[in-house]
């Protein structure tokens, strides 16, 4: 697979909680220059970071994140305000602890309310599957599908472990029509990227990729 068509479906991802406007810039650029599908970036970066990129790069930031238990109407607020800011692509987590406990009507409720404040805006729901069984993959694809959500993605990179191959194959097994597939979280290699795409996933949230890109750029020139 070439290059260009995995960097063309990566979210270039800079979340740590060190990242300065500097850093968050150089991720821009990167981004823009190897054609990546997004940057995702922390929300209080959005604004000015869509007055920096303009048309030329999507910009994607994180909600509930990256433990997913703030209240539905603080996620809302969060969602509305990253739009307001230039947000085009919005990733929530979900409220774990309310799979865990069945409360799925509540899941439910809260990903239809943040679909309608996202408007025509990417909505993307983390469900975290290191923390998850299987039953509750599968659950959260069938709840994923009726919010109307736009993709269901695997992990925060922030937990246990990130994407796995089982993982994304079970989601391409048991999602609706329309829901896309989002890896993240330890996609190191090219390998990786090619593996996880070709099982189904449509965006990888990786940072390494753009690394590899730059390298074998940095080598062509010799």
Same mark, same amino acid.
């Given at each position: 697979?070439?290059?260009?068509?995995?960097?063309?479906?990566?979210?270039?991802?800079?979340?740590?909680?060190?990242?300065?406007?500097?850093?968050?810039?150089?991720?821009?650029?990167? #981004?823009?220059?190897?054609?990546?599908?997004? %940057?995702?970036?922390?929300?209080?970066? %959005?604004?000015?970071?869509?007055? $920096?990129?303009?048309?030329?790069?999507?910009?994607?930031?994180?909600?509930?994140?990256?433990?997913? $238990?703030?209240?539905?109407?603080?996620?809302?607020?969060?969602?509305?305000?990253?739009?307001?800011? #230039?947000?085009?692509?919005?990733?929530?987590?979900?409220?774990?602890?309310?799979?865990?406990?069945?409360? $799925?009507?509540?899941?439910? $409720?809260?990903?239809?309310?943040?679909?309608?404040?996202?408007?025509?805006?990417?909505?993307?729901?983390?469900?975290? !599957?290191?923390?998850?069984?299987?039953?509750?993959?599968?659950?959260?694809?069938?709840? %994923? !599908?009726?919010?109307?959500a736009d993709y269901i993605k695997t992990s925060?990179?922030?937990?246990?472990?990130? +994407?796995?191959?089982?993982?994304? +194959?079970?989601?391409?097994?048991?999602?609706?029509?329309?829901?896309?597939?989002?890896?993240?979280?330890?996609?190191?290699?090219?390998?990786?990227?090619?593996?996880?795409?070709?099982?189904? +996933?449509?965006?990888?949230?990786?940072?390494?990729?753009?690394?590899?890109?730059?390298?074998?750029?940095?080598?062509?020139?010799?």
């Amino acid at each position: 697979m070439e290059l260009s068509k995995i960097l063309s479906k990566c979210d270039h991802t800079l979340l740590s909680q060190s990242a300065t406007w500097e850093e968050i810039k150089a991720v821009c650029d990167d #981004g823009i220059r190897f054609s990546t599908a997004s %940057v995702c970036i922390p929300a209080s970066y %959005v604004k000015a970071a869509k007055e $920096y990129v303009g048309d030329k790069l999507k910009i994607c930031t994180v909600i509930g994140f990256p433990n997913g $238990y703030s209240t539905t109407a603080t996620k809302i607020f969060e969602a509305k305000d990253a739009v307001s800011n #230039g947000a085009d692509e919005i990733d929530t987590v979900i409220n774990i602890g309310h799979l865990k406990d069945k409360k $799925y009507d509540e899941i439910l $409720y809260e990903l239809k309310a943040l679909k309608e404040a996202c408007g025509e805006k990417i909505l993307k729901v983390i469900i975290e !599957t290191c923390l998850l069984t299987d039953e509750e993959k599968i659950k959260m694809c069938e709840i %994923v !599908t009726a919010s109307g959500a736009d993709y269901i993605k695997t992990s925060t990179g922030f937990s246990t472990a990130g +994407a796995t191959r089982e993982d994304v +194959a079970l989601f391409a097994k048991h999602v609706g029509k329309g829901v896309l597939i989002k890896a993240a979280g330890g996609i190191s290699s090219l390998e990786d990227a090619e593996d996880f795409i070709n099982l189904g +996933a449509s965006r990888l949230g990786t940072s390494r990729i753009v690394k590899i890109a730059k390298n074998e750029k940095s080598q062509s020139n010799y």
